[in-house]
């Protein structure tokens, strides 16, 4: 009797792998590996069975019907932005599928839409649609994949104004768990349509979506800076501010810990600071009368101002490479004075590399459209994240603790909701799909009755 050890089983997986799709799979003792498993998030050290990076959407067809086959799971990632949130899935029986080599955006300006393969970036998305005089529901960082975004919920410096961008998806088209292209619609596959906007990576591998542009060729954005001396003043202003702000205006403050780097502007380099930032959809002149109460604070940087829609992506000053990097976040009912107190307390006092933030939600990110799906609003006023840089990976323990911290100084605040685009995992992830939780479980059993994907936000 020959006794089937898991070496022998990962040997035989490995070799089916290699007999259905040759060198289209990099399996871990191959060369490419090391390169290929690497996220966006350089904190987190993914070590998948394998790795596929599909170039069409019949790649992807081959690559589930293959795992599937030799008794794996499926993991889709377009960038890795959010790899934190899949560092809780074991990955030893998983083939990670990098969408990294399925970009690219056609734009149907008279229906002002675009079709955007499943691996795309937002700068991709603005860059097509500018010609057009259009642009997208795209979040702080251009290169932040427009699926995982999206179909999380994804939250603009548009966001008071039109929404969270997962109401803009119009049509998902998805390798499902059988191997099949599924193209859902409000009219086809209904129920997978409401799923996947919200249940994302869980229900498939995305190959493309077609979402709605907004006809915003330039708008008014920047961003106002002090010296972290100022954050309580600062901040007390900006909650102030924000009770009466329009929905037109959508805006973040943060307080900001850098050491001393060379490749970071003067103005942050070695500082500490607090900063105000985001876009207000309205005409110079009245978006400058809205701004007069916090610029009469005389920030020593101030950059708001009319700039082309695609230069958006640039004012909230992500990290323009790949980061290591870990957070953590709630959502605020409200922002009142003694919250102010505390989170200034909280947000001055973290380790350096550290970036503490409060952004005005709300307006129509609060309100959830007819024919939404799975996710289609976000409760709370506020959100609130904390975001640690990770210099090593010896100090991420104290990193995610100190991302935590910030959260849960601000613990009388939270609203019973999460953005689930700001969860990291360690948390209760419910909270982030709230009454949708059950029917999506339910639609998980049928669209995928074997857990064949493992997605960043699980809903099981
Ligand atoms: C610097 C930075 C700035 C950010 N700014 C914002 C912001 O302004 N607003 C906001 O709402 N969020 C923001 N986020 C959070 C970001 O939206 C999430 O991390 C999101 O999951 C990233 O999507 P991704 O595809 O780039 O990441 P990935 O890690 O590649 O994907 C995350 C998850 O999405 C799913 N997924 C991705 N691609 C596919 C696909 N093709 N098919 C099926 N499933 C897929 C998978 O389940 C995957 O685990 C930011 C994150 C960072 C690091």
Do not use: C
Not at 50 to 63: F, G, H, I, Y
């Amino acid at each position: 009797m020959t006794i089937q050890t898991d070496a022998d089983a990962s040997a035989t997986a490995a070799q089916q792998l290699r007999d259905a799709l040759g060198d289209r799979i990099i399996l871990s003792g191959d060369p490419a590996y090391d390169l290929v498993r690497l996220p966006w998030n350089l904190a987190i050290d993914q070590r998948p069975f394998a790795v596929a990076q599909p170039e069409s959407a019949e790649d992807v067809v081959d690559v589930v019907r293959a795992a599937a086959a030799s008794g794996l799971r499926v993991a889709p990632q377009s960038t890795g932005h959010g790899a934190a949130a899949l560092a809780d899935t074991d990955l030893s029986n998983v083939v990670l599928v990098s969408l990294a080599k399925l970009r690219g955006v056609t734009v149907h300006p008279e229906a002002q839409r675009a079709m955007v393969l499943g691996g795309s970036q937002w700068n991709d998305v603005v860059e097509a649609a500018a010609p057009f005089g259009m642009t997208a529901l795209h979040g702080s960082a251009g290169d932040v994949g427009v699926v995982g975004y999206a179909l999380s919920g994804g939250l603009s410096f548009y966001a008071r104004a039109h929404g969270l961008a997962v109401n803009a998806v119009r049509a998902v088209q998805l390798v499902t768990a059988d191997g099949r292209i599924v193209r859902a619609t409000a009219d086809d596959e209904p129920e997978l349509f409401w799923a996947v906007r919200g249940g994302s990576g869980a229900f498939g591998i995305v190959v493309s979506l077609e979402i709605d542009l907004l006809a915003v060729a330039d708008v008014f954005a920047g961003m106002l800076l002090w010296d972290a001396s100022r954050a309580s003043e600062v901040a007390h202003a900006w909650s102030a501010w924000t009770t009466d702000a329009p929905e037109s205006a959508s805006t973040s403050l943060r307080v900001m810990h850098f050491p001393p780097m060379p490749e970071l502007p003067p103005f942050l380099s070695g500082r500490s600071v607090v900063v105000i930032d985001g876009a207000i959809l309205e005409s110079d002149a009245a978006a400058s009368a809205l701004l007069e109460p916090l610029r009469a604070l005389e920030p020593e940087v101030d950059t708001f101002a009319r700039i082309p829609a695609p230069a958006l992506v640039q004012v909230h000053m992500d990290p323009p490479e790949p980061a290591p990097a870990f957070s953590a976040g709630a959502m605020l009912r409200s922002f009142p004075a003694e919250a102010v107190d505390a989170w200034v307390a909280a947000a001055t006092t973290t380790p350096v590399l550290f970036i503490a933030e409060v952004r005005h939600v709300g307006g129509a990110a609060a309100r959830r459209p007819d024919g939404a799906g799975a996710i289609g609003s976000v409760e709370g006023e506020y959100l609130l994240a904390g975001i640690a840089m990770v210099p090593a990976l010896e100090l991420a323990e104290p990193a995610l603790a100190a991302a935590h911290t910030v959260v849960a100084a601000m613990e009388e605040w939270h609203a019973p909701a999460l953005a689930l685009t700001f969860i990291d995992g360690g948390v209760d992830r419910a909270l982030g799909f709230g009454a949708a939780l059950e029917r999506l479980q339910q639609l998980k059993a049928e669209w995928d009755p074997a857990d064949l994907f493992a997605a960043g936000q699980p809903v099981g």
